[in-house]
C-alpha cells in the first residue's frame, strides 16, 4: 500500500512518527499575548505543529448563532495575524491555519503558514476547498462527523491539485466521551482511501481518556495526533474542555515518543533485553546430586532450576549419556565444556 | 518490509512478481537439454531458472536404490558453467538449489547472482550458513516447516551477518491438493518476519501462482519442462513453455489488476451517466402546471434531476412547457 509523505518543514508526515499538533483553537480568549503565550507554550512542550483558527464571525455564524458572540470575541485582524505568523516562526514551531473563508486563504499564504487545515464545517464547501487546494500547500482535512459520499467528493476536489493530504478523523462534544471515539474506524479510513489519517483528541481535558485515547490511535496506525491546549482549565477559556495545560501537553508528547517506540516492528526476532530475561528465568539443567568425575550421566542425576549457568531443558539430548568431566555436586550447572 | 535485491531487480512490496522456472533436474544428465531449458524459460518470461547442482554423494547413500538414478543425472562443472554463460547470454538469472560444499564450489563458479534451498534442507545448519557466509541473497523453501523451523533457519543465516533474506511458502506434496494449498500463509509469514515472500507451486495447473500473487506473494517458483513425456521422475508434474507463458501472464493480469484498494470510479463520466438514472416526464406538461409522482419516470440517462429528488419534485409547478419523454431539468421547476 503507498502511503504517501507530506513534507512540512523537515518533518514527515507517515507511519514512522507520530506528528502532533497543538490546536489553540479559541484558547487565546481574542487576546494576542494569550496567544503568543500559548504558541510559546506549544513550541516547549515538543509538539510538531502549533494550530490556529482565522474566521470573521460575521461570515461564519448567522446573528443568533448560540457561539455568535463567542467567536466575535476570538477575532484578531490582518496586523494580529501577521504578528502572530511571524512569532511562530520565531519560535521555531510550523504554524498551521484552519481557513473559513477564500480571502484568509490569499492572506495566510503569503505570511508563508506551513500548511492548512479544513474544518468540518466546510467539508461539503467545494469552492473554499478549491480555493485551498490551489495553494499546494499541505491540507489537513477534518472529516469527522462526516459521510463517505462528502469524504469523497472532498477528497477528489483536492485531487484535482495536489495529494499532500491528511484526513483528520474525530469531533468535538464539549468534551467527546470515549464511546464515541469509534478508534478502529481509522485503519479502515486508511485502507479505503489510501492516505495518512489523522485523529484529532477530544477526550475531557485531564481525565485518563485524555492521554490513552489519542495513543491507541496511534496504535492504530494514525499518524498525525491533534489536540487541543489552553493556558490552565480552570480559567476556563473557550474549548477548554477537551485542552490539556502545557505542562500536561508536553507530558503528553513525550509520552507519546515513548510510547511509539513501542510501535514498531521490523519481523519477529528476540531482542537482547529479551535475551536477558529468557536466561533469568527459563530453567537449566543442573546437577540433582553428586556426580563423580568420568560418571556417565543419567537422567535422574539432572534437575531443572532457575540458575546464572548451564544449558536449558532443550538441549537435554546433548547431556543424558555423555561422561562428567569433572567432579559435580548438587546444583552444579551442565555446560557444554562440563560434558565429553 | 525488507527488500531483496537481485543483480539490481528489487523484490518484495511494489515490485512484479519475480519468477522462478524450477528446472531441476529435468535436463535428465544432458548439458543440451538443461539449455534448452534455459531458453525455454527466458521466453517463457522467468527471471530466473533454477537447476539442482549437486554430487549424489552428497545426499544419498550409496546403498540407496536411488543412487545411480542420481549419478546419472550429475552434470559437470565446466558443462554447468556453460549453461551458466549460455543463461547470461539469453537474459535469464541463473541459480540452483545445492546439497553440499562441493556443489556450492561448483555453484559459485557459474557466477549465480543468488541462492535457493531446497525445503529438505531447511535444518541443515551448516549448509545455510555456508551459503550465508557468501553474503548474497538467499531464498528458503520452507515446506513441511513450521514457523519456528523457519525462524531457527533465518537466524542460522542471520548469525552469518547476511540478511538478504526471502521466504518461499510450500508444501512438499507433489502434486499439492488444493485443499492443502493454504496460501493464506503467505499473509501470515509476511507479517511476522516482514521480509519478502513467495510461493513455490505444486498444484496442477496454472491458477494457483496468481491467486497467490493476489495474496502478496513477491516470488513464484514453478517446475518447468520442455516435454512432460519425458522419462526423467518430475517431468510429469512440470509445466510446459506454453503453459508457464499462461501462468507467467497470469500473473501479470493479477498485478495490473489488484489496485491500491482505494474505490475511487475510473469510469468515464459519460458512461456513468448512461447507466444510471433520472427524472423523465412521461406526457407532454403545460408550463405552470404542478407536477405529480404519475408524470415522473425514473430513467435512463441521468441527464436531469437525481432521482433521490423525485420527492422534493412532487407538488413542483413548471416554469415552462416540457415535451413527453423529456428530462426534467433543475431550471424547468418553480
Given at each position: 500500500m503507498k502511503i504517501s509523505n507530506i513534507g512540512i518543514g523537515t518533518t514527515e508526515i507517515g507511519p514512522d512518527k507520530t506528528y502532533i499538533i497543538a490546536e489553540i483553537s479559541g484558547s487565546h480568549a481574542g487576546s494576542l499575548s494569550k496567544m503568543k503565550k500559548l504558541i510559546e507554550a506549544a513550541s516547549r512542550s515538543g509538539a510538531d505543529a502549533v494550530k490556529v483558527q482565522k474566521f470573521y464571525a460575521d461570515d461564519l455564524v448567522v446573528k443568533d448563532y448560540e457561539y455568535y458572540e463567542i467567536l466575535k470575541d476570538l477575532e484578531f485582524n490582518d496586523s494580529d495575524w501577521s504578528k502572530i505568523i511571524s512569532f511562530a516562526k520565531n519560535s521555531k514551531i510550523p504554524i498551521l491555519v484552519d481557513v473559513f473563508d477564500s480571502d484568509s486563504v490569499d492572506f495566510l499564504n503569503n505570511l508563508g503558514v506551513a500548511g492548512f487545515k479544513l474544518h468540518t464545517t466546510d467539508i461539503n464547501n467545494l469552492k473554499l476547498i478549491k480555493n485551498v487546494a490551489v495553494t499546494g500547500k499541505p491540507l489537513f482535512l477534518s472529516v469527522g462527523a462526516s459521510n463517505l459520499n462528502e469524504i469523497e467528493l472532498a477528497r477528489n476536489t483536492i485531487f484535482n491539485y495536489h495529494r499532500n493530504l491528511v484526513l483528520m478523523y474525530g469531533f468535538q462534544s464539549y468534551p467527546t466521551p470515549v464511546e464515541e471515539a469509534k478508534l478502529p474506524f481509522i485503519p479502515i479510513l486508511k485502507e479505503n482511501f489510501d492516505l495518512n489519517i489523522g485523529f484529532s483528541d477530544h477526550s475531557p481535558g485531564g481525565s485518563i481518556e485524555s492521554f490513552s485515547v489519542p495513543l491507541i490511535s496511534a496504535a492504530?496506525?494514525?499518524?498525525?495526533?491533534?489536540?487541543?491546549?489552553?493556558?490552565?482549565?480552570?480559567?476556563?477559556?473557550?474549548?477548554?474542555?477537551?485542552?490539556?495545560?502545557?505542562?500536561?501537553?508536553?507530558?503528553?508528547?513525550?509520552?507519546?515518543?515513548?510510547?511509539?517506540?513501542?510501535?514498531?516492528?521490523?519481523?519477529?526476532?528476540?531482542?537482547?533485553?529479551?535475551?536477558?530475561?529468557?536466561?533469568?528465568?527459563?530453567?537449566?539443567?543442573?546437577?540433582?546430586?553428586?556426580?563423580?568425575?568420568?560418571?556417565?550421566?543419567?537422567?535422574?542425576?539432572?534437575?531443572?532450576?532457575r540458575a546464572p549457568k548451564g544449558m536449558f531443558i532443550n538441549s537435554l539430548r546433548m547431556v543424558i549419556g555423555r561422561t562428567s568431566r569433572i567432579e559435580l555436586n548438587s546444583d552444579d550447572p551442565i555446560t557444554e565444556e562440563v560434558i565429553i | 518490509m525488507n527488500n531483496l535485491n537481485i543483480y539490481g531487480q528489487k523484490i518484495g512490496e511494489e515490485q512484479p512478481t519475480f519468477i522462478i522456472a524450477e528446472a531441476g533436474i529435468n535436463h535428465d544428465g544432458d548439458i543440451n537439454l538443461a539449455k534448452d531449458l534455459v531458453l525455454k524459460a527466458s521466453d517463457s518470461g522467468a527471471d530466473a531458472v533454477k537447476f539442482q547442482i549437486f554430487k549424489a554423494e552428497e545426499f544419498c547413500s550409496v546403498n540407496s536404490e536411488y543412487f545411480n538414478l542420481f549419478k546419472d543425472l550429475e552434470i559437470s562443472e565446466d558443462e554447468w558453467i556453460e549453461i551458466a554463460e549460455f543463461a547470461k547470454d539469453k537474459n535469464i538469472l541463473f541459480t540452483a538449489s545445492v546439497f553440499g560444499d562441493e556443489s556450492l564450489e561448483i555453484l559459485d563458479k557459474t557466477g549465480s547472482t543468488f541462492y535457493k534451498t531446497a525445503s529438505g534442507d531447511i535444518t541443515y545448519k551448516s549448509l545455510l550458513q555456508s551459503l550465508g557466509k557468501k553474503g548474497k541473497p538467499i531464498i528458503l523453501s520452507t515446506g513441511m516447516a513450521t514457523i519456528g523451523d523457519i525462524e531457527e533457519a533465518l537466524n542460522f543465516i542471520r548469525q552469518t551477518g547476511n540478511s538478504n533474506i526471502g521466504i518461499l511458502h510450500c508444501v512438499s506434496n507433489y502434486p499439492t491438493d488444493y485443499k492443502e494449498t493454504n496460501l493464506n500463509v503467505i499473509k501470515s509469514l509476511k507479517k511476522l518476519f516482514q521480509i519478502p515472500v513467495g510461493f513455490s507451486d505444486h498444484t496442477n495447473g496454472t491458477i494457483i501462482p496468481a491467486i497467490a500473487v493476489a495474496l502478496g506473494a513477491n516470488i513464484i517458483e514453478k517446475h518447468f519442462t520442455i516435454d512432460k513425456s519425458l522419462p526423467g521422475p518430475d517431468h510429469n508434474l512440470s509445466l510446459e513453455p506454453n503453459e508457464f507463458k499462461e501462468m507467467v501472464n497470469n500473473i501479470k493480469i493479477t498485478e495490473m489488476a489488484l489496485g491500491d484498494g482505494s474505490k475511487i470510479p475510473t469510469e468515464p463520466p459519460e458512461s456513468i451517466n448512461a447507466a444510471r438514472r433520472s427524472i423523465f416526464v412521461n406526457r407532454d406538461i403545460k408550463e405552470g402546471e404542478q407536477l405529480e409522482k404519475d408524470i415522473l419516470n425514473v430513467l435512463r440517462p441521468a441527464i436531469g434531476i437525481e432521482p433521490k429528488y423525485l420527492n422534493f419534485v412532487d407538488g413542483k409547478n413548471t416554469n415552462k412547457d416540457i415535451k413527453k419523454e423529456n428530462p426534467l431539468l433543475w431550471e424547468d421547476i418553480r
Open positions: 492504530l496506525g494514525a499518524s498525525v495526533i491533534e489536540k487541543h491546549i489552553t493556558i490552565n482549565r480552570a480559567l476556563k477559556d473557550p474549548d477548554y474542555q477537551s485542552a490539556l495545560n502545557p505542562d500536561e501537553f508536553k507530558d503528553f508528547v513525550e509520552v507519546l515518543r515513548r510510547i511509539e517506540q513501542g510501535l514498531k516492528y521490523s519481523g519477529f526476532e528476540i531482542s537482547d533485553k529479551e535475551i536477558d530475561y529468557a536466561e533469568t528465568v527459563k530453567r537449566r539443567i543442573v546437577a540433582k546430586k553428586h556426580i563423580n568425575k568420568g560418571q556417565k550421566i543419567r537422567q535422574s542425576d539432572l534437575c531443572f532450576k | -
